[in-house]
């Protein structure tokens, strides 16, 4: 048996300047590169690589494909209110993602709440990012997408809904993190399979079925078969109605309309987003609100514990600490997302 190569620890400032470097060189100019680059290697930094550099081959094929286009701003299709419509024209998800967040924050200055959907859009990486710069601006964030079909209804035996992701994250006080959730509405994201099937390694029996509905821990056999939602009815209608707030709110691609990231990367993702501000000043004194949501995550924290549990954490406490030890102590790469980056002719070197 051929042993397992250990992830390499690469420092972020140095990965963020080699994926940038890479992305310049399809024409985006070095502020967009920048951008993206940082956006991924913050996904590995907090512990979600599904979401990180190894995207970044797949970002460059569809570029070269002319999936994904070289805009850096969505276009404003119509304002009303506190409500923003954008297209993409299926520009790199992390920026018309935080463009479309800027304007939500923007409007709820205004309105106490704003809302911007895109419609014709890429995937925007992990959704904690936008829901989470909406906390550090004052607000609750809230970000979701949908994405192509990849589970059936219950009792179904077709792709019928995507995983949607779905972020919300809440302002703290006195320079504390946000707290965020940021969950996928299947089991797992495909990432995380895709990423199983690179290191060489099971799933758990409850990710996926393969093609003929079967659960299987075999990673290859679940990217050909079925995701199972979370919570299963319950994970099922929640991603339903992701896709009504997203790609039937904005216009956009839907259901089947939606297009797979690993499939032709010559046809566009044509996904679509959600984003929320509500500016908490316009509910609530914001110490007053920072008091009491301390209070409930003390309560939460403090709890009693179950046997062999030595702490409970609040929804991406853990994430921030991870960052936080990536900082220090590099991201770690599995190796073939290493070798995928250096063919894609992503380089770096270490002095």
């Known amino acids: 048996m051929t042993a397992t190569r250990p992830p390499e620890r690469v420092r972020p400032p140095l990965l963020v300047d080699a994926v940038a470097e890479r992305f310049e060189r399809t024409g985006l100019s070095g502020r967009a590169a920048r951008t993206v680059a940082e956006a991924l290697v913050e996904s590995d930094m907090r512990g979600v690589p599904s979401h990180g550099v190894m995207l970044v081959p797949m970002y460059l094929d569809r570029l070269r494909a002319g999936s994904v286009s070289r805009r850096e701003q969505a276009e404003v299709v119509s304002e009303h209110g506190a409500v923003t419509v954008l297209d993409a024209h299926h ?10 967040m800027r304007l939500a924050v923007e409007r709820s200055r205004e309105y106490g709440a704003g809302v911007t959907v895109v419609r014709h859009a890429f995937h925007f990486g992990g959704a904690y990012r936008y829901a989470l710069a909406a906390a550090r601006s004052g607000c609750i964030g809230i970000a979701a997408s949908n994405t192509r079909p990849m589970m059936p ?14 972020a919300i994250a809440a302002p703290a006080a006195d320079g504390a993190e946000p707290i965020v959730l940021d ?6 994201a495909l990432g995380k399979i895709r990423l199983a099937v690179q290191e060489g390694r099971d799933i758990p ?10 659960p299987t821990t075999d990673p290859k056999a679940a990217i050909a078969g079925l995701l199972l939602p979370i919570g299963q009815h319950k994970g099922y209608g929640l991603a339903l109605m992701v896709d009504v707030l997203t790609g039937v709110l904005a216009g956009g691609g839907f259901g089947q309309r939606v297009n797979g990231l690993y499939a032709d990367v010559a046809v566009p993702n044509d996904v679509a987003h959600l984003f929320v501000a509500l500016d908490v ?3 609530a004194p914001p110490d007053a609100f920072a008091e009491r949501l301390a209070t409930l995550a003390s309560e939460v924290t403090g709890a009693d514990r179950a046997p062999g549990v030595e702490r409970v954490y609040l929804p991406g406490e853990l994430a921030a600490e991870r960052r936080a030890a990536a900082a220090r102590d590099g991201v770690a790469l599995d190796r073939s997302t290493l070798d995928a980056l250096k063919a894609a002719g992503v380089m770096w070197s270490d002095p």
Do not use: H, I, Y
Request: overall charge negative; charged content about 15%; cysteine-free.
């Open 153 to 166: 209804a219950p009792g179904g035996a077709k792709a019928v809904v995507g995983n949607n992701p779905l």
């Open 183 to 188: 969950m996928a509405l299947s089991e797992a």
């Open 281 to 283: 000043a316009a509910f």
């Open 91 to 100: 520009a790199l998800g992390q920026l018309t993602g935080d463009q479309a």
């Open 205 to 214: 029996a409850t990710w996926a079925t393969d093609a003929e509905g079967r």
